[in-house]
């Protein structure tokens, strides 16, 4: 029988973590975390963090991009 743990980020139900040999596989029933849908994290804690950061932010939080450098002629 699969274990599973509801998520929820400020009282609203997102998703659900399902235990698999290798971790926990994301279940999204909200838009807000789409994203992280069927992907496969090493730990509940994890999942939890990353739910709730893409929940409040409406998206991954990631660093600006780096300019490319100019290409000599």
Known sequence: ???SHVITID???V???VRL????RFV????????????????????ERLARRLY???GYVERPPVPALPVAP
Do not use: S
């Not at 789409?34 to 090493?42: L, P």
């Open 1 to 3: 029988m699969l274990q």
């Open 11 to 13: 009282g609203v139900l």
């Open 15 to 17: 998703g659900a973590a």
């Open 21 to 24: 040999e290798n971790g926990y």
């Open 28 to 47: 999204a029933i909200n838009m807000q975390v789409e994203d992280m849908d069927t992907r496969v994290f090493q730990t509940l804690d994890l999942v």
């Open 56 to 58: 409040r932010t409406g």
